[in-house]
């Protein structure tokens, strides 16, 4: 059964300067969550013109309940996001990364994977580009989806284990508030990346007992890996010296082997979707809206704002 929109977790969305992305973001956000979720785009001075009227126009469109916060000065990735959580108190959230496209379900199923324990510190759905958590093969960029409507069915009939991970990973992660509070939050003085942070973040909660997991029953995809800015993973070899070496033997030995090949197998016995499903899916299944209006909807607002955004980015060429 589907959490009430107050149930779910926060959806932090810490804006970038790749537009095209960040329009895909949002388009797949509104396709695959469920309609009043909390969403808060956190802009630290990074997006242009183009950007600004892509969120602009959905905003206005939007069935989730969405915020857009811009800084008149950029304060650094680290810093930002660590405010945007205090920001956020106790609550659980999701960061979610600007070029990440959520499969449907996925927040449900990471609210659902939290919930099954209370040692769970963070969990961090499958990725083509998840290190770690990635599929169909660890530490491998696999190219976007095209469909992620199969992968959707496939992993939610995962059997939901929760298996370890040394580590969350940057392209989507829900981290429980009052871990994170017990934790100290980011380190906005050591690490420039959020790339890092959140590595030294989830090292710092399973010192403390908490555990780190793959949310084997989601999937969102991203078009990148993340990556550390220069000097991070120096700090990170200083602060934490067993973190390299315990990285490459997990790598190494994957001992997700068994669960990633499952999904191989699940979804290999999905077939290709029946073009007309989404004519007449529910609101269940969309997660937002009338039948058939979300993908319709988001679509009409994503060219809509393409064009409102060049011309935007026009003006202020001309200026």
């Known amino acids: 059964m589907a959490r ?12 970038g300067t790749d537009d095209a992305a960040l329009d895909a973001c949002l388009g797949a956000l509104e396709a695959s969550t469920p309609p009043g979720t909390r969403v808060w785009l956190a802009d630290d001075a990074r997006v242009g013109p183009r950007g600004y009227a892509i969120i602009e126009r959905w905003i206005a469109a939007t069935s989730l309940q969405a915020d857009y916060s811009r800084r008149e000065r950029g304060i650094g990735e680290v810093a930002h996001l660590d405010q945007a959580l205090a920001a956020c108190g106790d609550a659980d959230v999701v960061v979610l990364a600007p070029d990440a496209v959520p499969a449907h379900g996925w927040l449900d199923r990471l609210a659902a994977c939290l919930g099954a324990d209370g040692a769970i510190a963070t969990a961090t759905p499958w990725c083509n580009a998840g290190e770690a958590a990635a599929w169909p093969r660890i530490g491998e960029i696999a190219p976007l989806p095209d469909d992620l409507q199969p992968l959707a069915r496939a992993t939610a009939a995962m059997p939901g284990l929760c298996p370890e991970l040394p ?3 940057s392209h989507a992660v829900l981290i429980r508030g009052s871990a994170r509070l017990r934790a100290g939050g980011l380190d906005a003085t050591s690490y420039g990346s959020w790339y890092a942070a959140l590595i030294d973040l989830s090292l710092r909660l399973a010192g403390l007992g908490w555990r780190n997991v793959l949310c084997d029953t989601a999937y969102v995809a991203r078009t990148v890996e993340g990556v550390p800015f220069e000097g991070d993973m120096e700090r990170l070899a200083v602060r934490w010296p067993d973190w390299h070496p315990r990285l490459a033997n997990f790598l190494m030995h994957d001992p997700l082997r068994e669960p990633r090949a499952r999904l ?9 979707p029946d073009p007309q499903r989404d004519l007449f899916r529910d609101r269940d299944e969309t997660g ?11 679509a009409a607002s994503s060219t809509a704002a393409s064009s409102t955004a060049d011309a935007a980015a026009d003006e202020e060429d001309r200026r």
């Open 264 to 272: 191989g197998a699940l979804l290999a016995g999905i077939g290709r």
């Open 288 to 298: 937002s809206g009338a039948p058939g209006t979300a993908a319709s909807s988001t």
């Open 167 to 169: 580590a969350g990973v």
């Open 4 to 15: 009430p929109p107050a149930e779910l977790p926060i959806v932090v969305i810490p804006v």
